[in-house]
């Protein structure tokens, strides 16, 4: 059975920081890259951060440049996203997403979300 659980949300304040974690199980985690995305209130869901399948690629959304950090442990079956700096506007639910592309054919994954508040 395909999990991925996030965890690490909460409720924070302007300027400060949380590290998400999302767990997985039930694939072959090192074979799939992994994104965050975070939804928030009224608004689409949107693709934060990505880091490929053996974590030497990554890339962010220009909202979160210099101050988000997506790194992964292929041995923990676990994928991260380090937030420094927060502001009210990263106030979201933030999702973790695993996806592969075989022979043409895509396999994709989703956590149920961890609800970031960014809130003085």
């Known amino acids: 059975q395909v999990q991925l659980v996030e965890s690490g949300g909460g409720l924070v304040q302007p300027g400060g920081s949380l590290r998400l974690s999302c767990a997985t199980s039930?694939?072959?985690?090192?074979?799939?890259?992994m994104r965050w995305y975070r939804q928030g209130p009224g608004q689409e869901r949107e693709l934060v951060a990505y880091i490929n399948f053996a974590g030497s690629s990554t890339s962010y959304a220009d909202s979160v440049k210099g101050r988000f950090t997506i790194s992964r442990d292929n041995a923990k079956n676990t994928v991260y996203l380090q937030m420094n700096s927060l502001k009210l506007e990263d106030t979201a639910m933030y999702y973790c997403?695993?996806?592969?592309?075989?022979?043409?054919?895509?396999?994709?994954?989703w956590g149920r979300g961890t609800q970031v508040t960014v809130s003085s």
């Open positions: 997403n695993a996806r592969v592309v075989i022979s043409g054919a895509g396999t994709e994954y």
């Open positions: 039930g694939f072959t985690f090192s074979s799939y890259s």
